[in-house]
């Protein structure tokens, strides 16, 4: 199946934050098996979106990212200014919307996720279909 590198970061995310959870053995090694297939191609995008920041980065003389200022002049932490944010934004896009090919040979069953005992939204279950297998 073809999966964008926006598609496959929230679904490594996704289940990385489910696979903190307890559950089943069964249900453990699949999402298991599928966040190792997913990963490289997850470490692939980030590291190439690292690329983007560093290129697009506002840097002071030192070569350390300069952060944006609020209201009152206060640095607004986990933040960075950019060069060209528009061009920034564009080329985000493009790499994020590259379709990569990719094959599972495990996929999860609406069982695998009612065992969980948690409540999905319409948009985690969004994520997670193209991994769950029809009944």
């Known amino acids: ?10 679904m490594f995310t996704f289940l990385g934050n ?20 997913l990963s490289t191609h997850h470490q692939d995008f980030e590291k190439a979106r690292g690329e983007l920041v560093e290129q ?6 030192d070569g350390n990212y300069i ?5 009152e002049g206060n640095e607004v932490e986990g933040k960075i200014m950019l060069t060209d944010p528009k061009k920034y ?12 090919d990719i094959s599972f040979n495990i996929l999860l069953t609406m069982d695998d996720l009612e065992v969980l005992n948690k409540k999905f939204s319409v948009g985690q ?5 193209p991994i769950i297998k029809e009944d």
Do not use: W
């Open 1 to 10: 199946m073809k999966l964008t590198n926006f598609e496959i970061a929230n």
């Open 18 to 37: 489910l696979a903190e959870e307890e559950m089943n053995v069964k249900t453990s090694y699949r999402i298991g098996k599928i966040l190792k297939k």
């Open 56 to 61: 697009y980065a506002e840097k002071d003389k």
């Open 67 to 71: 952060p944006p200022k609020d209201d």
């Open 89 to 100: 934004n564009q080329e985000l896009l493009e790499l994020g919307q590259d379709e990569i």
């Open 125 to 129: 279950i969004m994520i997670l279909d």
